[in-house]
């Protein structure tokens, strides 16, 4: 599938914060800020407010969480599995995202195990790749990535493959309000979509959606719209604020429906 024939992804990762009721002031104010946004806009939430936050919503706009457990039930004292999720009425899940990596020393293994649960649930992963920056700076980026969707996507069919969505999310670029430039964005996507290929074959790869994060913001969004290769965004700090969220949004609508007039 070309470029412009992707949909052009939205998604919130409101990390640990929100409360239920905070949550809930939020998306009371979202559908009107949205209006005339066409794009999918998709919200990761911590797992006590899903059930809310969807409850408040219109069906177009996806709830999802942050993280959850391969296994689908057990003693595991503080996890959260994908049953819980689905009951909960999220049809989505962020996984392998950097600060699990780095805080809670998540594996690659650990996290394939977790998207091939994701696949039997029936709940979209979003799995998240990104290296540091001493290894960009060391050349090393192209072997962090293939390393890290290799070892995340095992067992994964190519069919299951156009399902996922890969963010990539450079570990420099993380609230740091250092953005990539939309060079070095497209570069690193094409490579991206390149080992994809060799996993996967031409037409899943072709069709994988690879959305980017890092310090997306209201000012670094138009920009990165129009990087090569970029299928939407995973928003941290830019996305607790509504109005800020819902600016990126249109921004992003309307670079995209430039795009696709072309
Ligand atoms: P920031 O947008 O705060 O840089 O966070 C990005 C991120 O980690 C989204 O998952």
């Known amino acids: 599938m070309p470029h412009e024939e992707r949909p052009f992804f939205i998604i919130a990762n409101w990390k640990m914060n929100k409360t239920i009721r905070e949550a809930l002031a939020y998306v009371e104010k979202l559908p009107e800020l949205l209006q005339g946004v066409h794009l999918p806009v998709w919200l ?40 819980m999720i689905t009951e909960a009425w999220g049809d989505f899940v962020v996984l392998g995202h950097s600060e699990r990596r780095q805080f809670f020393h998540e594996s690659d293994e650990f996290i394939n195990k977790k998207v091939l649960r994701a696949f039997q ?46 963010a990539y999310e450079p570990i420099w670029a993380i609230g740091t309000g250092k953005t990539a430039t939309p060079e070095l964005v497209a570069q690193t996507l094409a490579v991206i979509r390149s080992i994809a290929e060799a996993q996967f074959g031409e037409e899943s790869a072709a069709n994988m959606p690879i959305v980017y994060g890092g310090s997306v913001s209201p000012s670094s969004a138009e920009a990165l719209a129009t990087a ?28 995209r429906s430039n795009i696709t007039e072309l």
């Open 44 to 83: 990761a939430v911590p797992f006590t407010a899903i059930h809310s936050v969807r409850a408040a919503l219109p069906p177009e706009i996806h709830v999802g969480a942050q993280n959850m457990n391969d296994a689908s039930s057990g003693a595991f004292t503080g996890e959260i599995a994908a049953a």
């Open 121 to 166: 649930s029936s709940l979209r992963p979003v799995l998240c790749i990104g290296e540091g920056f001493d290894q960009r700076e060391a050349g090393e980026t192209e072997a962090v990535l293939k390393g890290q969707l290799e070892g995340c996507l095992r067992g994964v069919s190519a069919e299951q493959m156009a399902l996922c969505i890969i």
């Open 228 to 255: 090569d290769g970029v299928d939407g965004f995973l928003i941290g700090t830019a996305s607790l604020d509504p109005e800020g969220f819902a600016k990126i949004a249109h921004m992003s609508e309307n670079v």
